[in-house]
């Protein structure tokens, strides 16, 4: 790890049990919106392809959030719908992996 304040670079080891808990996907939320008013419809599409994932899905005025999405689905989202809806994902290890 770099530590800016000092310009000094220090070692960030984890402990002897990362290397198990590294196994454990990573699972969040992830949030889309239209770019447009002309592509409100594409959330209707997302909300279809969620439900066939298994995905709960929650409609927000102009903004669909999916829970307890993988990475590899976030991924295949963003791919399939980036140009015509805004997504965001906050992916996470539960629970967070420690380091020593």
Excluded at 33 to 55: I, K, M, W
Excluded at 80 to 93: E, N, P, T, V
Aim: charged share 20%.
């Amino acid at each position: 790890m770099y530590d800016c304040p000092s310009d000094h670079c220090q070692d960030s080891s984890a402990h002897a049990g990362h290397t198990q808990q590294a196994a454990r996907p990573l699972r969040g939320i992830l949030s889309a919106s239209p770019v447009s008013a002309d592509d409100a419809a594409q959330l209707d599409e997302l909300n279809a392809y969620a439900a066939r994932h298994g995905y709960q899905a929650e409609l927000n005025e102009q903004t669909l959030v999916l829970q307890g999405v993988s990475l590899a689905d976030a991924l295949a989202i963003n791919d399939r719908f980036a140009k015509r809806l805004i997504i965001s994902c906050d992916l996470r290890c539960d629970p967070p992996v420690l380091f020593g």
